[in-house]
């Protein structure tokens, strides 16, 4: 009797099914939420022409609410890498995706830019975890060969979320008003905070992945995750000189990206009289062509390694120095008066973006291990968000006095400056196939 109970499966061994290829669907889930984060995130830049009206917000005070974002997000990203990587990927990515998702609610009941200045600085710091989680979904669920492929997959939920947020916002907007669609937006969030405590789990404890496949994301068999306490995983990763070849590219990188984020819906209306919904007829394309960049970018790595015979290493860097050099369709837009020439220009400069921020978190996997890759990630998302948090700053002041076009100049070439820094610090000189 005893013997025909023991056979009998139990109700979770019943409910156990293998999925092929879990790890692409697990970052298909990470995808998802990020591209709600860029929603969340993005629904004050898109609603900005009528908050300014509404709640009498000049552009000064305008570029401190977009500034508290920033400099949370610039203080919160090693933080919450460093949170993500002591108590693990699910746990803290769902703490921080809850406190953003509130956060955008609470912007309905604004009602001057200093309610909004605070809410924006306690979303940032949630929505900073986005970075960091990035590196360790990577690290976690892929071998090291497939991680230049995965991160610019991973990277499409960063500019995806653009994309559809204008869409979505101005529909929330027609039915519900500024107020409902920052409530709607925030609800979309909580839907995928769901989504993820059900879904998610780390390879070696998700009872739907094959013996197979956890072998094949462990073939690199790299060192368990060391868990150390905050300073010390800041001085190690201080000392390192690769993070800085990795950092300075960022830093010089990520003003364009807050200028599409935050600031080109008050640019079109400001330079051309466009409208709200003329903006969000065309806002959308410069984060379409970033999707394309993230996906491009990982494929571009192997095109290096074979027709030119790169090593892993430098397939990555000189990929982001093809980014940059695309950057410079950003200068273009001074000598331009036409909106969709504009446009064009700006959307060159997406896909040229997210190419290089892709492949910039490519390299931090690449060269730290899984003990570190949040908060080296979380690290480098701050030194991006400090540059982040000047230019929003600098726009503030002189957009209204000088213009956007010399802001637009200055983002084309700063990329080239961080690609000087980049091969400097981190190509691979001992490989034969390639002169640097």
């Known amino acids: 009797m005893s013997q025909g109970l023991n056979s009998i499966p139990t109700g979770v061994e019943k409910k156990k099914r293998i999925i092929p290829k879990l790890r692409w669907w697990m970052l298909a889930l990470f995808l998802l939420g990020v591209t709600v984060n860029y929603i969340t995130r993005n629904s004050l830049g898109i609603l900005a022409p009528e908050l300014k009206v509404d709640l009498h917000i000049s552009t000064e005070q305008y570029s401190w609410i977009v500034g508290a974002f920033q400099l949370a997000y610039t203080i919160f990203q090693p933080i919450c890498g460093w949170l993500i990587d002591v108590i693990g990927l699910k746990l803290g990515f ?55 492929i995965a991160a610019g997959w991973a990277g499409v939920g960063f500019s995806v979320g653009a994309m559809l947020a204008p869409p979505i916002i101005y529909f929330a907007h027609s039915l519900l008003g500024w107020q409902g669609a920052f409530i709607f937006t925030g609800g979309i969030a909580l839907v995928w905070v769901a989504l993820w405590w059900i879904f998610y789990n780390s390879p070696d404890k998700h009872t739907n992945l094959s013996k197979k496949e956890l072998s094949f994301i462990q073939q690199d068999n790299e060192a368990p995750a060391v868990k150390l306490p905050f300073f010390t995983a800041l001085k190690i990763v201080a000392k390192n000189k690769r993070f800085y070849g990795i950092a300075i590219p960022a830093f010089m990188a990520e003003p364009a990206w807050a200028v599409m984020s935050f600031w080109v819906p008050l640019y079109l209306a400001q330079e051309y009289g466009m409208n709200l919904k003329e903006i969000v007829i065309f806002i959308w394309l410069p984060f379409l062509c970033a999707d394309l960049g993230s996906i491009f970018s990982g494929y571009l790595t192997r095109i290096y390694i074979r027709i030119f015979g790169f090593s892993q290493i430098n397939s990555i860097v000189a990929s982001s120095v093809t980014g940059a050099f695309l950057m410079l369709s950003l200068a273009i837009i001074a000598i331009t008066r036409d909106p969709y020439i504009a446009i064009v220009l700006i959307s060159i400069g997406g896909f040229g973006h997210q190419i290089i921020s892709c492949m910039l978190s490519a390299l931090v996997v690449e060269s730290f291990d899984k003990g570190q890759m949040a908060t080296v990630n979380g690290m480098r998302g701050s030194c991006a968000w400090i540059a982040s948090f000047i230019f929003s700053l600098i726009i503030g002041v002189t957009a209204d006095k000088i213009g956007f076009n010399p802001l637009f100049i200055a983002m084309g070439f700063f990329d080239l400056i961080g690609a000087i820094f980049l091969i400097a610090f981190i190509a691979d000189r001992k490989c034969n196939k390639i002169k640097l």
């Open 94 to 148: 769902l703490i921080c995706a809850v406190i953003w998702a509130l956060a955008c609610m609470f912007h309905a009941g604004a009602s001057n830019y200093i309610q909004l200045l605070v809410l924006r600085f306690i979303m940032g710091g949630a929505e900073s975890a986005a970075t960091p989680a990035n590196a360790k979904t990577i690290g976690e669920w892929f071998p090291k060969k497939e991680r230049p």
